[in-house]
């Protein structure tokens, strides 16, 4: 049977930025892309926590959102690189201090993440 999408709410910037960030690993997908981390072999090293399937999903949904690109080079076996759009460079400030904050923040976010765990 055929399942109907609803349409997501994007009556303002966060909603827009949340429909496109929207994943676990979406902001450090693009901080490794802008690091120079290109391959997806690369990417799937410095997070181990993520399977291969999931990364490349998420990657999927960046490229459709157009803030990352892709190049395939025509060798055996095939090559792809991922980098930044000008979209996606734009982002990166933003996601430098979202990191920040959570710098800024990290003991005590820490302890109520952990205690979220733990009750």
Known sequence: MYERKTLPEL???LDLIGE???GKWKMRLLWLIHEGFQRPSELQRKIPGASRRVLNVQLKELESHELVGK???PVVPPKVEYFLTDLGQSLI???GAIGQWGDQHEEQLRT???KGINP
Request: glycine content about 6%; charged content about 0%; overall charge neutral.
């Open 112 to 114: 109520l993440i952990l």
């Open 71 to 73: 190049v395939i080079y």
């Open 11 to 13: 009556n303002c910037g």
């Open 20 to 22: 496109v960030l929207y």
């Open 93 to 95: 400030p933003v996601i």
